[in-house]
């Protein structure tokens, strides 16, 4: 099969949402709209879709019909490990035969506020003209802001505590599996912080 062009995805994406009033707009963000991202073969579609209601959306078979055979779906609000977000929207993380990836959410028109807070955001269609100017795509909700003194401190504090009394304990122990989560969890959550 013939891997569809991004032309052919974006068309698709638009006129499934046209063909259906309770798409009220698409939004389109991630790697594909950022001026930065090396374009290449594993970029996905990640699409958001503004319905008046999501519960119609998680019609599998509707849903499906639309974009062309996959390989293998994943609907993380409908899974109990990894535990779903839980905040109203639906997802089809969907592999298609034709090797393109899309990512497709639902959510509520409600939520548009939060949604305009990723500066990674564009607009595919806006069906009422409720979604206001969006700046161009960039990746400044996504850059690294510098820390307060305060959380710098409280960072190194428990990197330094941790290093000197639970990774000393496990290693003496031989717990290696709570060495690892150690490890992760008291030495690796304040650096990424």
């Excluded at 698409?26 to 699409?47: C, E, H």
């Excluded at 400044?140 to 510098?146: A, C, D, P, R």
Aim: aromatic share 8%; hydrophobic share 35%; with cysteine.
């Amino acid at each position: 099969m013939k891997t569809r062009t991004e032309k052919e995805i974006i068309d698709l994406i638009i006129g499934f949402a046209q063909n259906d009033d309770r798409i009220r707009a698409v939004l389109m963000n991630g790697s594909r709209v950022n001026p930065n991202a090396t374009k290449d073969i594993f970029q996905d579609y990640d699409i958001v879709n503004l319905v008046t209601d999501v519960e119609p959306f998680k019609d599998e078979n509707y849903i499906l019909s639309h974009f062309g055979e996959t390989i293998i779906i994943q609907k993380p609000e409908g899974k109990i490990y990894p535990p779903p977000v839980g905040d109203g929207r639906y997802n089809y993380n969907m592999q298609l035969v034709d090797g393109n990836r899309i990512d497709l959410s639902f959510f509520n028109i409600n939520r548009i506020d939060e949604l305009r807070k990723d500066s990674l955001t564009e607009v595919l269609l806006d069906k009422d003209h409720i979604i206001p100017n969006l700046l161009d795509p960039s990746e400044s909700s996504y850059l690294i802001k510098e820390p307060t003194e305060k959380l710098f401190n409280d960072c190194c504090d428990e990197f330094i505590f941790g290093l000197g009394s639970h990774i000393p304990k496990t290693i003496w122990r031989k717990e290696l599996p709570l060495l690892k989560a150690y490890i992760d969890i008291v030495l690796g959550k304040p650096l990424i912080n």
